[in-house]
């Protein structure tokens, strides 16, 4: 059986080069990850500044650095400088430890994500990859929902009504949203054969799941929205309802910490859905054929970062174009819709995957067919959500009420297309003094 180059460029399957690095490389490589992550942030800030600025006709940061990139520099050292507050109806030790608790594990979880080869690195050979594990994807799993905990303590710690209201909100979204994220990565087990990030990216070698496995990947991507509070689903801290949310009691590097793990975690999931469904560092498909060195040496981290910065971008975009969805359609969207079509798509997925590889049957006609079941049946939830707003019950006549009464500056409504092309009377009524002006409607 042929290895496939993608394959070979992977030390070994059974994941053994793993942990087998000195202490030095391993540092490096942790300080490294830590780097990246925080020149990442400061990046994704002014970026996502100019291009909602562009959308915008405006013209965005452009005074401080070369093209305004050190304003999120600037932004920082100005939260570092601020005084910082803590209420006195706060609790004081979950106060100050829930922002390390969301920022910490927005950090840790990309200790199992590929970023490339095995490379020479100081002149020790070693993959460009923190660990790996057998079970890496549960862990970066695990380890995401954790960082939930730095948001609804925050909120529940502040003391203030809003605060809580958010952290509320933070966990019901997280509940909501982390069920549809884990069973969208279900169908990537099933057709990978393992949950080690290393051996999901080798098995992508002929075609990404993000093609194969569209329902699942259209799934994660509006789950990765809402996990990570950004428009339209950034309820938890929604500033029309609920001034803030749960930061709103933050100040100084408490808020930094919190605006740290937010941006952290937008290029966190972007890696993973890089990683799990567009191929993880491995060129675009054909470069490979072009070019013999494309996956090898550092030339992977940037196609891996090209990709991360594609879905960045959507955020950013989501962020510019759509306004904030309503609570209860936001919950909706993630236990009727979400949720039972992921049930679906795994129960169809196993099914493909038990034919392709014990029966004789077409797989082409088995997924054309499985898409036409899916269709019709999100077709029919959508219809059964349809049927309540039928026409409402027609009112019985009732008699025209006085919108004068009490000497109120209320105009009377039209009833009946009694104005249309003539003038009514508009009274408005204010102390002693009454107005008498009319409204003409044109209905040419």
């Known amino acids: 059986m042929a290895i496939s ?19 030095w490389v391993i540092v490096l490589k942790a300080v490294f990850i830590f780097l990246i992550l925080v020149l990442l942030t400061l990046f994704n800030i002014w970026f996502e500044r100019r291009v909602v600025a562009r959308m915008q006709h405006r013209v965005g940061p452009n005074v401080h650095g070369p093209f305004g990139l050190l304003q999120s520099l600037a932004d920082g050292v100005k939260l570092a400088l601020k005084e910082d507050i803590v209420p006195k109806a706060a609790d004081k030790v979950v106060f100050l430890l829930a922002p390390v608790i969301a920022v910490v594990p927005a950090f840790v979880t990309w200790a199992v994500i590929p970023l490339g080869p095995e490379v020479n690195f100081f002149g020790e050979r070693t993959p460009l990859q923190l ?4 079970v890496a994807v549960l862990f970066m799993l695990a380890i995401a929902s954790i960082g939930i905990y730095g948001i609804v303590l925050g ?9 809580l209201l958010g952290g509320l909100r933070s966990s019901a979204q997280m509940i909501s ?26 098995a992508q070698d002929d075609l990404w799941f993000g093609l194969i496995l569209l329902p699942s990947f259209v799934i994660y991507v509006i789950s990765m929205v809402g996990e990570t509070n950004r428009a339209p689903f950034d309820l938890p801290e929604a500033e029309g309802e609920l001034v803030g949310g749960f930061h709103t009691e933050y100040s100084s590097l408490k808020f930094a910490l919190f605006f740290l793990a937010e941006y952290i975690n937008l290029a966190t999931v972007s890696a993973i859905a890089t990683t799990l469904f567009l191929g993880g560092w491995a060129a675009p498909w054909g470069i490979e054929h072009v070019w013999a060195g494309a996956n090898s040496g550092y030339w992977p981290l940037l196609w891996f970062f090209g990709k991360v910065f594609i879905f960045i971008f959507m955020f950013v975009w989501l962020r510019g174009s759509l306004p904030r969805m309503r609570y209860d359609q936001f919950m909706a969207l993630g236990w009727k819709v979400l949720i039972p079509v992921s049930l679906a798509w795994i129960v169809a997925v196993a099914t493909i995957r038990v034919i392709s590889l014990e029966g004789d049957i077409n797989r082409t ?29 027609v009112e019985a006549d009732r008699e025209p009420q006085d919108a004068f009464a009490g000497g109120f500056p209320v105009p009377p409504m039209p009833q009946g297309g009694a104005v249309r092309g003539g003038a009514a009377p508009l009274t408005f009524a204010s102390g002693r003094t009454t107005v008498t002006a009319a409204a003409e409607e044109n209905h040419e």
């Not at 660990?131 to 057998?134: G, L, R």
């Open 5 to 23: 180059p993608l394959a070979a460029s992977l030390p070994d399957a059974d994941l053994a080069q793993f942990g087998q690095d000195p202490w």
């Open 131 to 134: 660990t790996d594990m057998p």
């Open 155 to 163: 909120g529940w710690s502040s003391g203030s009504t809003y605060s």
């Open 177 to 202: 949203y982390e069920v549809a994220m884990g069973l969208a990565l279900v169908a990537v087990f099933l057709y990978a054969g393992s949950m080690s990030t290393s051996e999901i990216v080798a």
């Open 365 to 393: 006609y088995l997924v054309a067919a499985i898409a036409v079941l899916l269709v019709i049946t999100v077709g029919l939830m959508f219809l059964g959500d349809g049927d309540k707003d039928e026409e409402a019950p």
